[in-house]
């Protein structure tokens, strides 16, 4: 569900610098070869699902984790793509599968893993982009989702929480490790226990993530049942050593820190995905693409920050590159701001 794949567009390389273009295109190469592992093993994974259920032009996706659409086998999904067909909808449509949205204002708590003690200016730009995005013109397309009773993602997100967790699972976790991270910070009550929360683990740029950060995505989203609570989280890491070109870290970037911008914006991915997606079962299309996802790596109109950094996002008194995201108005569009 969920995940930010690479960054291997080749319009990327119109917002670098011009002298790091030949280092950055070359960069570019390597990510593209590494996106090519994503597509292979997606196939692979149609393949082992093909053994059990024929994939035919009825099959339907849903979101899984890891980069990719899984089949889905339910009979109402499949049902629905057959009524989908019929209505001439095409599968890049985004449409609704009953699940919830987030509807009531949405608090981030963040969990600072490793050390960020050098990197304290990164710190300062997220939490500006935590503080800031709620009531801006770009979250505000979010709330073109509605629930079943049609209630509105409402644009209102408050950073209410942060807890520093020093490497309480080493510097290569696994996804478990990232729930366990999160789990632990809600039980020992460093953090509240919130279901109109999404709880982000950042790690610092020594830490990986070995189900694939930079090789296969920049950060995901999930969900999981921690006390009676349905609570969402999501993974994103500081690529400015492990993936700067995979991930989209600029020289100059619009808040002079390349990693920080960088995942500015896969905060945003993920965070829209979340509030239009959280349990993985409402907003996606037939191909397990949630919102952020049909927009990644597309930023539209840039302008020129005073750094000379490219920029498209203005708030919390800084300026921003951010991803633009899927508006959920008629046949749906990738747009800045609603
Ligand atoms: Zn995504």
Not at 21 to 36: P, R, V, Y
Not at 150 to 166: E, F, R
Request: charged letters at 15%; a neutral charge; proline letters at 4%.
């Amino acid at each position: 569900m969920n995940e930010f794949i690479l960054n291997n567009k080749p319009s990327h390389s119109a917002i670098l610098g011009g002298h790091e273009h030949n280092l950055m295109e070359s960069l570019l190469m390597k990510a593209t070869k590494l996106k090519c592992i994503a597509l292979s093993l997606a196939i692979a994974s149609s393949f082992a699902h093909a053994a059990q259920i024929k994939v035919d032009e009825d099959t339907v996706f849903k979101p899984t984790g890891k980069g990719f659409g899984a089949v889905d086998n339910d009979a109402t999904e499949r049902a629905k793509r057959s009524a989908a067909k019929a209505a001439r909808v095409s599968r890049t449509q985004i449409v609704y599968h009953g699940g919830p949205v987030m509807t009531n204002p949405t608090k981030l708590y963040y969990i600072w893993y490793g050390n960020w003690s050098s990197y304290t200016k990164a710190q300062q730009i997220l939490v500006a982009f935590g503080s800031g995005i709620g009531g801006t013109p770009a979250f505000n397309v979010n709330t073109s989702y509605t629930s079943a009773a049609g209630a509105k993602v409402v644009n209102n997100v408050q950073l209410a929480g942060q807890y520093s967790d020093n490497y309480s699972k080493g510097k290569a976790l696994s996804d478990q490790n990232i729930l366990d991270v999160v789990t632990a910070a809600i039980s020992s009550n460093s953090l509240p226990n919130d279901p109109n929360a999404l709880y982000f683990v950042l790690t610092s740029p020594d830490v990986t993530e070995t189900s694939g950060f930079g090789s296969q995505y920049c950060g995901w989203h999930a969900n999981a049942t921690i006390g009676a609570n349905d609570v969402k989280y999501s993974f994103v890491g500081n690529p400015i050593t492990i993936a700067p070109a995979g991930c989209g870290v600029n020289s100059p970037s619009p808040n002079g820190d390349g990693g920080a911008d960088a995942m500015a914006s896969v905060m945003y991915h993920e965070l829209s995905e979340t509030v239009s997606d959280p349990d993985g079962n409402a907003w996606y299309d037939g191909s397990g693409n949630e919102n952020g996802d049909k927009c990644a790596w597309n930023f539209g109109t840039t302008f020129k920050a005073t750094n000379g950094a490219s920029a498209n996002q203005t708030f919390a008194s800084r300026q921003w590159l951010l991803q633009q995201m899927w508006l959920n108005v008629g046949a749906g569009s990738c747009v800045q701001k609603y």
